[in-house]
């Protein structure tokens, strides 16, 4: 997506229309899902153009408007992944992952949405880069079609699928965690990105973890 049609403010936060482009955008739930409505237009959409200024965003010589994520492919002893539904758009399964902030290093970025969207808490050190890439198709709530997304892998004990480390849980944009063979993830409805680091680079992501000590 391009974004110059719109008249930006410096280091303002903006939230835009899809439709009409007018900054009265309000975000409402429908069936458990995260949409928004805008009050200029009247209409309803599953996602709205958010310029953020805390987060990593450009837009490229064709215009295009780029965002920079990350993300983590948990994996325990039995090779399964740790993946959850999104309640926000993109509405499909995924991996912990998000938008990587101003200042932040993309593995800081990694950890911190790692204990905010599932409660499991790590150092940098604890990730293993897996990929980086620049996908283009890979559509967000905030209205980017294109990230630069770092993907990492960190290996649990199977007490996390048990409960024992205390209970996985999603917040607001996610629910329904499940533990997948990368098989049965294929066979699901995963988000872009998560179908593109899962189809190319499959091999490390069953790759053993070199332990420390």
């Keep these: ?38 009050a200029t237009c009247g209409r ?41 539904q999104r309640t926000a758009f993109p509405y499909s399964l995924t991996v912990p992952a998000g938008h ?36 283009k198709g890979d559509v967000c709530r905030r209205g980017s079609d294109a990230h630069r997304w770092h993907a990492y892998l960190l290996e649990v004990d199977e007490q996390w699928e048990a409960g024992a480390h205390g209970e996985v849980t999603v917040n607001e944009e996610g629910e329904a965690p499940v533990w997948l063979t990368l098989d049965q993830a294929r066979s699901s409805q995963t988000t872009f990105a998560v179908e593109r680091i899962i189809g190319q680079h499959s091999e490390r992501l069953l790759s053993a973890v070199p332990r420390s000590g």
Excluded at 109 to 128: H, M, P, Q, T
């Design 1 to 38: 997506m391009k974004i110059d049609f719109l008249r930006l403010r410096a280091n303002a936060y903006g939230e835009y229309c899809l439709y009409c482009h007018a900054e009265t955008v309000t975000w409402i739930v429908v069936d458990g899902r995260k949409r928004c409505t805008c």
């Design 100 to 135: 990587v902030e101003r200042g932040e290093e993309p593995e800081g970025a990694a950890a911190r949405e790692l204990w905010e969207e599932v409660g499991i808490r790590v150092s940098n050190r604890d990730l293993r880069l897996v990929a980086d890439e620049y996908l």
């Design 44 to 84: 309803e959409a599953e996602r709205a153009i958010v310029v953020d200024p805390r987060i990593c965003w450009w837009t490229d010589a064709d215009g295009e408007y780029w965002h920079e994520s990350a993300g983590v492919f948990v994996r325990d002893r039995r090779a399964r992944f740790l993946f959850f």
